[in-house]
């Protein structure tokens, strides 16, 4: 449990990849560029959050994919792919294949339920089984036996000239114990953890057993490992906004602290009737955002992290906070970057 004094293990960060609909090649550009630089700072993981149908990486897959052609030791996760718009053995086969490619360094993270907006979406999605789809963890499940070479077919063999496997080709060693769930309750934390998956626990869950968004944290990660097989030593990862202004410019300053203040009302109460609350984002000097994690009661539990970069910055903003998260924050937390040679 970090406190003063004990190292943060893991420093990653999470991004949305911005682009321009009108013209997205630059801001998928920017995208790889960030992981590239996160690499170079010392990062120990880059993760690509998921959107469909907005301006954001609807395929971070590819990305991944592209990322892993471009840097050589930097981890590369999805925080996290909505399962509702996949098929399980298809992902499986792009997981597997980016796995290969990338030297064993992806870190797939998943969530169900139903699409987001789904009557909007469904005729598109699934026009011939949209009332019949199975959105429930199942649909994970299917995913980790295809990821773990379970049979996925009743034939193995030759026919003509051809081979077939009756698993997932190619089969990735591995994987499936870098297989994330994305969890926002109690009940998803513990079913993660009775599948032996790893945790990521977000700014936004649900509030349960109380209204404090920390204490909520906590709990849902003491449900997880309760329910894992490796117990305390089972991982997790949190993922804060976490924006520090060590070197930002006081134009900089300025629009950030606008940002925050913006989506600060959001986190006065549980919204909506799933009870949803939202983590405040922290701002401020790296000494300052460290005391503030330090007495946050889910970051206690944790020696993971993937700070969430915010939404709608600029390129130059996003490499001022890497740049600072590396030298001054990570540091702050007992981290140490990650040497070009390991």
Known sequence: MPQPGTPL???????????DGDDPGPGHRSTLEVIELGERLGFDSAWL???????GISSPVA?????SQRTSRIELGTAVTPLGWENP???AEDLATVDILSGGRINPGVSVGPPRDYDDVKQALYPDASDREDFSYQRVARLLSHIAGEPAASFKGTVGFEEYSNQVQPHSPGLRQRMWYGGASLSSAR???EHAMNFLTSSVIRAEETEDFAEAQ???IAAFRAAHPDGDAARVCQGLVVIPTDSATAEQQARYAAYVAARTPRTAAPIGPQRMMFARDLLGSSSEIAEMLY???GFREVTEVAFALPFTFEHADYVQILTDMAGKLGPALGWTPVSPGR
């Not at 420093?11 to 682009?19: D, E, P, S």
């Not at 959050?49 to 301006?55: A, D, F, G, N, P």
Request: cysteine-free; overall charge positive.
């Open 9 to 19: 293990a893991k420093l990653g960060f999470l991004t949305i990849g911005l682009f």
């Open 49 to 55: 959050r998921h959107r469909h149908l907005q301006y």
């Open 63 to 67: 990305v991944m994919a592209a990322a």
């Open 89 to 91: 053995l298809r992902l």
């Open 191 to 193: 079913w993660a953890g």
């Open 218 to 220: 906590r709990l849902n």
């Open 295 to 297: 007495g946050h009661a």
